[in-house]
C-alpha cells in the first residue's frame, strides 16, 4: 500500500534491486525521522542512501554503516550528529556510521594505461581513505595523522582526535576502527592526545 511506498521510495538503491532486511530498517527508520523529528524534517527530505551493513566490531557488537551519494555527502555533514543519534536510538545503541560513496581511480599504469584526463586528487587512494576517516568520525577534527610502519612491515595509523571531544567519542573509537579496517583494509588506532601535537 500507500506506506510500502512511502519507504520503498526512500531507498534508491544502485545496482541493488532488492534491499535486504536491514536496508529497508534503515529505509523506513529514515521516513519515520522524517515524519517525526521537526528539526530533521526539511534537511532529511531529499536526502537518500544507497546501502546499509553490519559490521562486527570487538566484543560481539555490531555497527550500521550507511552509505550516501557522494553528492549529497554536504547535506548529510549538515545533520549528521542529530540523525545519527536518533538512529542509533531506534537501533537499540548499535553504532551507526554515515559514509559518502567515493570513487578512486587507479594510476594509469602499464596494464590500464586507457588515455584518460589527469586523474584528480579527490579520486586517489590517500583521498579517499583519509575522506572516509573524516566522515567516519565527523563532527570530531582528525588534529594529526601518523603512520607507524611495524617491524612485520605493516603498517599502523595513528589518528589523533581533538581532546576536547575524547568523553563524548571515546565509546566510539572500537567502532571507528572496526569499519575502516573492513572499508579500506587498513589498520588504524585512534587516540586524543593530551595537548596540542
Do not use: W
Not at 46 to 51: C, D, G, V
Not at 64 to 75: A, D, E, K, R, S
Not at 114 to 131: D, E, F, L, W
Request: glycine fraction near 4%; hydrophobic fraction near 40%; include cysteine.
Amino acid at each position: 500500500g500507500d506506506d510500502q511506498r512511502h519507504t520503498m521510495a526512500h531507498l534508491r538503491k544502485i545496482a541493488k534491486e532488492k534491499p535486504d532486511e536491514l536496508e529497508v530498517a534503515v529505509a523506513k527508520a529514515f521516513a519515520e525521522l522524517e515524519t517525526n523529528v521537526q528539526e530533521l524534517r526539511a534537511d532529511l527530505a531529499p536526502l537518500r542512501f544507497l546501502s546499509a551493513r553490519e559490521v562486527d566490531v570487538s566484543g560481539n557488537k555490531k555497527a550500521i554503516v550507511v552509505m550516501v551519494p557522494y553528492i549529497m555527502h554536504q547535506q548529510f555533514r549538515k545533520i549528521q550528529s542529530k540523525l545519527v543519534r536518533e538512529l542509533e536510538k531506534k537501533f537499540s545503541g548499535k553504532h551507526v556510521v554515515v559514509i559518502a560513496n567515493r570513487k578512486i581511480i587507479k594510476k594509469a599504469g602499464r596494464n590500464n594505461a586507457v588515455k584518460r584526463q589527469k586523474r584528480p586528487y579527490s579520486r586517489t587512494v590517500t583521498a579517499v581513505h583519509s575522506g572516509i576517516l573524516d566522515d567516519l568520525v565527523c563532527p570530531i577534527e582528525v588534529v594529526a595523522k601518523r603512520t607507524r610502519v611495524r617491524s612485520d612491515c605493516s603498517k599502523l595509523v595513528r589518528v589523533y582526535l581533538d581532546p576536547k571531544e575524547q568523553a563524548n567519542v571515546e565509546h566510539k573509537v572500537d567502532t571507528f576502527s572496526a569499519v575502516y579496517k573492513r572499508l579500506t583494509g587498513k589498520e588504524v588506532a585512534f587516540e586524543f592526545p593530551p595537548q596540542e601535537i
